[in-house]
């Protein structure tokens, strides 16, 4: 499928959609069941032009796993949810079964991951705030074996049909973007959103969510810190995803003919793309 918005956004990367599918796709990259990885580095080779695939075994990581749809895999963490809470917040040295968990862990884990365990990520203040933000998060078991990242351009619609679109863009393009989400409504307060959450998350189940929305939102995302740092090498420094659904996506293409893409201002931008 040619995307009218990617072409008119000079895209350097592929814009990514995201399929739920009970079928395997034939060579796509997929983690080995069991490995720890970070969604966002398949999704970086997605937007280069290869496809992706995971299931139920092969997510990744816990964060991965909740941000695809499977489920609430934050059970599975390492000492179990609570150690999430202190893992994501103020660190699991600060109580006795987070200290008993990291000595159990020493010969399983790299040194990063031990540090962050005891230390904490501090993404959140308190793990009782944590406990708040995994209660809100919009889980959900996605209806099929396999969710799929695949360039939308190789995507044909007559045959599958997208979940979510999701374009990696650079600031210019993200503001364009936000534009055209708002072109042909009548409503420009909430057209598109900022949720907190994993790299993954912003494309996954909070996209995900929004399928259900009236009107529906796009959802920008990679302002994960751990994800931004997972692809800075792939991806550079100045990306940012920008997930919409199927259905909304379809109402922005229609309006990228006649818009402000074919004024001054954006062509004067786009020299600079």
């Known amino acids: ?24 796709p034939e060579n796509a990259l997929q983690f080995k069941e069991g490995r720890w990885g ?5 999704f970086v080779n997605v937007a280069k032009g290869k496809t992706a ?6 997510y990744g990581c816990w964060g991965g796993g909740v941000g695809l749809g499977f489920g609430n895999k934050y059970l599975d963490f390492p000492g179990g949810i609570e150690c999430f809470y202190y893992f994501l917040s103020s660190g699991n040295k600060n109580w006795e079964k987070g200290k008993i968990v990291a000595e159990n862990l020493k010969p399983y884990v790299t040194k990063e991951f031990l540090e962050d365990f005891l230390e904490g990520e501090r993404y959140l203040k308190t793990p009782e705030q944590v406990k708040k933000f995994v209660e809100e998060l919009p889980m959900m078991e996605v209806p099929t074996k396999y969710v799929v990242f695949k360039p939308l351009k190789d995507v044909d619609i007559h045959e599958e049909r997208p979940v979510v679109i999701v374009f990696p ?12 989400a708002n072109y042909g409504r009548n409503s420009f307060l909430d057209s598109v959103i900022i949720p ?41 420094d100045n990306l940012f995803t920008f997930a919409v659904p199927y259905e909304m996506f379809l109402e922005m293409e229609e309006n990228v003919e006649g818009s402000f893409f074919e004024r001054n201002v954006w062509k004067s931008l786009s020299k600079f793309l």
């Open 196 to 236: 907190w959450g994993a790299g993954c998350q912003a494309i996954g189940i909070y996209a995900y969510k929004q399928r259900e929305s009236v009107p529906q939102k796009a959802v920008v995302g990679l302002t994960d810190l751990s994800a931004r740092k997972n692809v800075r090498k792939q991806l550079g």
């Open 169 to 180: 863009v650079n600031p210019h393009q993200l503001s364009a973007l936000v534009v055209l």
């Open 53 to 58: 695939v995971f299931d139920r075994k092969t």
């Open 38 to 42: 970070c969604v966002m580095w398949l």
């Open 1 to 24: 499928m040619i995307s009218k918005i990617a072409e008119a956004l000079k895209m350097q990367f592929n814009p990514v959609a995201v399929i739920w599918s009970d079928v395997k």
